[in-house]
């Protein structure tokens, strides 16, 4: 009996001695654009990935100001995507100390049109970041949690294909157009998602950047682009 309790009590002060691991934020480097992915269980991964990767690839491209992406979530732990991949978030919007958002994506996820539009805390989150950033950018359903927020109030809009009717029954008073892949109406941005994301990630660039860079990125990852053979609209 006094042996394990020595062992017990062994076990006991190497774990009170192990100190606990301290979270690691992503560099983000001065003078680039900080972006955001709005991140939660059952994130479409094509609506993530696809800006995700246009604007990585800034960073490597001369004499631009480039993009720091990272994700925000409201938990530290992985997030499980609709397809199943677990991505750990950069940082927890709840109680992490964020840095200024420039621009902020919203990824389609699963429960974008129920109850993803009942958490209070994260339309809150989605309300203070549109009060500084330069833009604010949905893909397929991510259009739902603006239209939640109110950001998109006097604003023309798109979202996914099949579920423009249901967003304009849910939200009468928002003009949400049909036949185009992507809107842009001052500071958003909203797209019918899938693979269209690559599309109205493109323009962003292209809107910062040029036309040059902006295909420099796109042949960078095997994507034939011209923002004139894309459906889309610009309002102002």
């Not at 269209?196 to 660039?205: H, I, R, T, V, W």
Request: charge should be negative; charged fraction near 25%; proline fraction near 4%.
């Amino acid at each position: 009996m006094k042996n394990w309790t020595i062992l017990f009590l062994s076990i006991l002060m190497v774990s009170c001695s192990t100190p606990s691991k301290e979270k690691v934020f992503p560099e983000l480097k001065e003078g680039r654009y900080n972006v955001a992915f709005l991140i939660m269980d059952g994130t479409f991964n094509t609506e993530l990935t696809a800006p995700f990767d246009i604007f990585q690839h800034t960073i490597f491209r001369d004499s631009i100001k480039a993009m720091n992406v990272f994700t925000v979530a409201n938990t530290d732990e992985p997030i499980t995507t609709f397809e199943g991949m677990k991505i750990i978030p950069d940082f927890n919007y709840l109680k992490d100390s964020l840095p200024k958002i420039d621009i902020l994506v919203v990824p389609s996820a699963e429960h974008h049109l129920d109850t993803d539009l009942k958490d209070e805390k994260m339309i809150s989150f989605v309300q203070k970041v549109d009060k500084e950033a330069q833009f604010i950018t949905s893909h397929c359903d991510g259009a739902f949690v603006l239209a939640k927020a109110g950001v998109l109030n006097g604003k023309v809009s798109t979202t996914f294909p099949s579920d423009i009717d249901k967003m304009r029954t849910m939200f009468p008073n928002l003009d949400i157009k049909k036949e185009v892949l992507f809107v842009h109406d001052g500071k958003y941005i909203t797209s019918a998602g899938g693979a269209k994301s690559f599309e109205a990630a493109l323009y962003l660039c292209e809107f910062l950047y040029g036309k040059e860079i902006t295909q420099s990125l796109a042949g960078g990852l095997v994507i034939d682009w011209d923002v004139n053979t894309v459906p889309h609209l610009i309002v102002k």
